[in-house]
């Protein structure tokens, strides 16, 4: 499961770059790749939401599709290696 929400991660990380290159160059090919890169990281996140409710709440009622406090890593990852730069940049200057 966390393959599949890294992979969600990447897909929309993928989805971002791809529509700023849309609209630079105007190349429609980004566009559609940006659309369906955008769906399945979609998807995927429903995906493994659902997941992490059915492991946490098994015999409890369930509640709506989006679970917020799960979406907090898609910016974990670019945080974590903001964090490494900047905690490593003394490297650069020695």
Known sequence: MVLLRLLADILLYLTFALLVYWFFINDITALW???????????????????NRSRRHRHSEPSGIWDWFNFIDIIEIPLRLLWWLFSNIWRIFD
């Open 33 to 51: 790749i940006a659309i369906g890169s955008g769906i399945i990281s979609a998807l995927l996140f429903m995906y493994t939401a659902d997941i």
